[in-house]
């Protein structure tokens, strides 16, 4: 399978007083066309950081210490900034979480379009109207010339994730980074907009990289999952191994934290301990201050564990496997 994403033993950092702190360790996965790669972990975990490192618009205490990011076989940690810059809207897109803040509330929605068509596709106004009204309509937006005129607050939440994503897809973009796209859109409004990713994905022959804390929306969209904890992936897999056959503790402790609706009793196991900062040192394995099987193996209190395959595709890093 064709490659568009390709992230190799990526290491970032944040400043805090003159201090540097590992918020990334080591975090290598891949995307190809025509799938859907789910992140997913607790609030923190470096989700969205990754997406930065990849935007390359980390904040300005935030640095790629080392690796290399790789889109359509371009580096893009190699590039000055004027070069990331043409990368960003044409070969990738991001799907923000509040399209509101995305959006100019200032400005109608078709000259926001069509500023977006004619500075990454180059067209002519014209052609870039015609384009505008054909991008909403494959997002499933009726009346495309009617909303064109009218200003972000005059749409509702779902249509304007929609909105987002016709002025993304109009780009033509090889990567689509989702950032929690569907977290403030109800229950109705979420599966639409998931079932629409999912049928764009394979008519724009595009790689979707999905950043969410919400299995259930994994289940939904995703091909392959990778977990993260504490900036660190511990995980990874396709989704019936993930879902089937979860091998590391924090993965088990996230499916047993969604209530199972199933059962007589209402029940949610929430995972013990809270999340780390990025201050804390903690020796050996990140997550053995919560781990409930951490006891079982002294390794967990000394070292970092490595990542094995404990099944082909099917990734975990715990030293209680190998």
Known sequence: MEKVLDIQNLHATFSIQKKDYEVLHDISFSVNRNETVCVVGESGCGKSVTTLCIMQLLPNNGKIKSGSIYLDGTDLTKLSKKEVRKFRGKKMGMIFQEPMTA???????????REN????????????????????????????????????????????????????????????????????LDVTIQKQVLSLLNDLKKDMNAGILFITHDLGVVAEIADRVVVLYAGRKVEEGTTKQIFKNPQHPYTIGLMNAVPNVDLDEFVIQPIPGT????????????????????????????????????????????????
């Open 275 to 322: 999340f780390p900062n990025i201050t804390e040192h903690i020796d050996g394995c990140r997550f053995n201050p919560r781990c409930p099987r951490a006891h079982e193996c002294a390794k967990c209190f000394v070292s970092a564990p490595q990542m094995i395959e404990v099944e082909p595709g099917h990734f975990v890093s715990c030293h209680l496997h190998g």
């Open 103 to 113: 959006l100019n509330p200032l400005l109608t929605i078709g000259y926001q379009m």
């Open 117 to 184: 068509i004619i500075n990454h596709r180059g067209v002519a106004k014209k052609d870039a109207d015609k384009m505008a009204i054909e991008y909403l309509e494959k997002v499933g937006i009726a009346n495309p010339d009617k909303r064109l005129k009218q200003y972000p607050f005059q749409l509702s939440g779902g249509l304007r994730q929609r909105v987002l994503i016709a002025m993304v897809l109009s780009a033509q973009p090889s990567l689509l980074i989702a950032d929690e796209p569907t977290t403030a």
